[in-house]
């Protein structure tokens, strides 16, 4: 159901419907929010889809999923919200008209279409999976579906219902008979056979139903280990839907990336979980799909469905992946062009694998510049690293998805400061795309533990009020909370920071992309620097000047290890200032006692 979003396909609904077929079970699906995007139009769908901020899509479709229990009838949110719903465009009243149309009209519309669109006398159960903004979309189906079809079972899954969420919807939503908690590959097909079989769907493990008025769930079993003998997800319906409905171009070579699945949980998360992700809530423990198996449903997917893009929704990448996948698909030949999730860890030649392998863009959780500000996160990364990782994936051609984050309990305002003060040297590499202050999700450390970061209020996001009805318990269903930090800083504190990403964002939106590239030869180095438009120059540097900054270019590096690297007669003290005079010219970032050159190589691929 909406939101989700309309680019790609769902895993969820594709590997639950082959999982379902695989126990004999009839199973197809039905990926409505592309009927809902064709029907306000795609750029409407996309804003409400694909923007963190009030909960506007759980609001459109909150009427007719509770109706007179519905706490907003009146409209009030978009008149309380104006300010954060600039990015939907036009004056408030223009975007409050367009969105109460929406919730009146468009959605009822919806509702009806769907409710004639399947012979629903035919099925006997409805499953929904609801992550993010889903629920209430949902909701409103299954209301209207067991009104017009009593005989109905509906069964909810997803995120949303991960832990105390799914029990406490479980309890206050009528239409929702079960619920299943935590991953369903194995209770999903003992829940259809219980319920083909006359027993207790309720005794399947993870599986939660009401009771009177409270609901009662048994435990869910251990994360699912046996990924290997996962079938492939069947997206055959979302194809046939979205280019029937033009949401998506129909053509020979589809340019859809098609959600594949090679690991679960966050094998870091595991030893440190970062203080402000609310991921894997109960799935933590990490497990990954064997190399041969990747390959072969790689292969398998791009066959069945003619796309050779592959979006993987791990949080984090297997780093034996660098050794024994990437490596065999760049051998073989295939022209696969991949999306990851990784750690920021990574090194020159780690990126020279990912980039041989097909993989064109990167989610490496960078978050800051400042290592401080790392270590407050928890992410077992440094700053040196962050500015590597840019460095390499610019050299080889990776596009890089990251943002800088603040807020965080413990910062200064001179963490903040020093970022600011380093962005003019790294206008070369990719910018962020976003930056901001950190959200307060459920499951996140900060979440589980206030006192020790010294949140004083925590609280669900003031949108909920308005979707809710007032029997649901806000604290026990939401995912994002708003907060309050002893000691944190004024939004005037990342004002400079705030500036200088928006100048680094705007060098890349005109004219050629800055640059800083070096060309060496034994005892010469040769350094252009195009990084601020007429101020290009370059710089020539001789013996050992050259050879100190090349032995910084792969890799963040201390002045002794230099000086151990090549075996200087000078002193560590001399490495030192020869790295503190590259800095002050802009080509070196320090990062306490590591230096990385900032210049990338001019030659090529190598």
Request: charged share 25%; aromatic share 10%; proline share 7%.
């Amino acid at each position: 159901m909406p939101f989700m979003g309309i680019d790609r396909p769902s895993i969820q609904l594709g590997l639950l419907k082959a999982i379902g077929e695989r126990n004999g079970f009839d199973v197809r699906t039905l990926h409505a929010n592309l009927d809902f995007a064709a029907r306000i139009g795609v750029d409407s769908y996309r804003a409400l889809a694909e923007t963190r901020g009030p909960l506007v899509g759980d609001w459109l479709f909150s009427v007719e999923a509770f109706g007179e229990r519905a706490p907003d009838p009146a409209g009030r949110l978009p008149d309380e919200a104006a300010t954060d719903l600039a990015y939907l465009r036009g004056t408030g009243e223009e975007v409050r008209e367009r969105l109460l149309r929406i919730r009146d009209l468009e959605v009822p519309a919806l509702l009806d279409s769907l409710a004639d669109a399947v012979k629903w006398d035919d099925v006997q159960v409805v499953g929904f999976s609801c992550t993010f903004q889903q629920n209430t979309a949902s909701f409103a189906l299954a209301r209207r579906l067991k009104r017009q079809f009593p005989h109905l079972v509906t069964v909810f899954g997803g995120a949303n219902f991960d832990g105390e969420m799914g029990s406490e919807l479980a309890r206050t939503v009528d239409c929702i008979d079960l619920a299943v908690s935590g991953e369903a590959d194995a209770a999903f097909p003992r829940l259809l056979t219980a319920l083909a079989t006359g027993t207790d769907p309720a005794a399947v493990p993870g599986v939660c139903r009401r009771a009177g008025d409270t609901a009662v769930a048994t435990p869910p079993e251990p994360p699912y280990q046996q990924l290997d003998e996962l079938p492939l997800p069947d997206y055959g319906e979302y194809f046939e839907r979205a280019e029937r409905l033009k949401v998506v171009p129909r053509a020979a070579r589809r340019q859809v990336w098609l959600p594949f699945e090679s690991a679960r949980g966050c094998w870091w998360g595991v030893r440190h979980h970062c203080t402000f992700c609310g991921l894997n809530g109960t799935t933590m423990p990490f497990r990954s799909k064997s190399p041969a198996r990747v390959l072969d449903e790689l292969a398998g997917l791009a066959r069945r469905y003619g796309s050779f893009r592959f979006e993987a929704v791990d949080n984090i990448l297997d780093p034996r992946y660098l050794r024994e996948l990437f490596p065999a698909i760049a051998d073989s030949g295939a022209g696969y062009e991949f999306f990851y999730e990784a750690k920021a860890n990574l090194t020159r030649a780690h990126l020279r694998v990912l980039a041989r392998g097909g993989v064109s863009r990167l989610q490496p959780g960078l978050e800051s510049l400042s290592s401080t500000v790392l270590r407050l996160m928890d992410k077992g990364v440094r700053a040196a690293q962050n500015v590597n990782l840019l460095r390499w994936a610019r050299y080889y051609g990776i596009d890089v998805a990251w943002s800088i984050l603040w807020g965080f309990p413990g910062e200064s305002a001179q963490d903040y400061a020093e970022q600011a003060a380093a962005v003019p040297d790294l206008v070369h590499l990719q910018p962020p795309e976003h930056s901001g202050r950190i959200w307060l999700e459920r499951f996140s450390p900060l979440y589980r533990r206030p006192a020790r970061f010294g949140l004083r209020r925590c609280e669900p996001d003031a949108s909920y009020r308005y979707i809710y009805p007032k029997e649901v318990d806000l604290d026990r269903v939401a995912y994002f909370f708003d907060y309050e930090v002893d000691g944190a800083l004024p939004d005037s504190a990342y004002e400079p920071l705030r500036q200088a990403l928006d100048g680094w964002v705007a060098s890349w939106r005109s004219g050629p992309h800055p640059a800083l590239t070096y060309w060496s030869a034994p005892g010469i180095l040769q350094i252009h620097d195009a990084r601020h438009a007429g101020r290009d120059g370059t710089y020539t540097f001789e013996g050992t000047l050259a050879d100190i900054y090349l032995a910084c270019t792969d890799r963040p590096i201390t002045a002794a290890a230099v000086r151990e690297r090549l075996r200087l007669d000078r002193t560590a003290g001399y490495v030192q200032e020869v790295l503190d005079e590259f800095q002050r010219r802009g080509l070196m970032f320090r990062d306490e006692r590591l230096a990385v050159a900032l210049a990338l190589p001019a030659v090529p691929g190598r």
